[in-house]
């Protein structure tokens, strides 16, 4: 079980009565009969590449979806095991991919030691500490 953002639900709902049927054990992304799309037909059928270009993004992959999701829940804070267990991963380092692309949270984490260091969160002294490499 995974969360769905509010922000989808409506699309999802469309999507959902427009091309899955009423069975609960329907797929949500079906092929043409309401079995599993083939990856040999999904871009046939999705029409992913024009439909990629037409919304300005040429060269997106169907995959690059799950990549954007799982750097937005990286970037939400959660820790490796709760990141992990979103994203299905069942090893460290695949889930560390994610993390690793928003290294810029240890910005914010600096600039929240700084404040409880001096006390204040002002900005008088300009912005947090250099970063330093750590292995």
Same mark, same amino acid.
């Given at each position: 079980?995974?969360?769905?953002?509010?922000?989808?639900?409506?699309?999802?709902?469309?999507?959902?009565? *427009?091309?899955?049927?009423?069975?609960?054990?329907?797929?949500?992304? &079906? /092929?043409?009969?309401?079995?599993? !799309? @083939?990856?040999? #037909?999904?871009?046939?059928? *999705?029409?992913?590449?024009?439909?990629?270009?037409?919304?300005?993004? &040429? /060269?997106?992959?169907?995959?690059? !979806? @799950?990549?954007? #999701?799982?750097?937005?829940?990286?970037?939400?804070?959660?820790?490796?095991?709760?990141?992990?267990?979103?994203?299905?991963?069942?090893?460290?380092?695949?889930?560390?991919?994610?993390?690793?692309?928003?290294?810029?949270?240890?910005?914010?984490?600096?600039?929240?030691?700084?404040?409880?260091?001096?006390?204040?969160?002002?900005?008088?002294?300009?912005?947090?500490?250099?970063?330093?490499?750590?292995?």
């Amino acid at each position: 079980m995974v969360g769905i953002p509010q922000r989808i639900v409506s699309a999802l709902r469309e999507h959902l009565d *427009t091309y899955v049927q009423a069975d609960p054990g329907s797929l949500v992304f &079906p /092929g043409m009969k309401g079995g599993p !799309l @083939r990856r040999s #037909g999904f871009n046939t059928r *999705t029409r992913w590449v024009d439909v990629a270009r037409e919304v300005g993004l &040429p /060269g997106l992959h169907f995959h690059d !979806l @799950r990549h954007t #999701g799982n750097v937005l829940a990286a970037e939400s804070g959660a820790g490796l095991k709760d990141l992990m267990a979103r994203v299905g991963h069942d090893n460290v380092r695949a889930a560390m991919i994610y993390q690793h692309a928003v290294r810029g949270a240890d910005r914010v984490i600096t600039e929240a030691i700084d404040w409880q260091i001096l006390g204040r969160d002002d900005d008088e002294d300009g912005p947090a500490g250099v970063l330093i490499p750590m292995g």
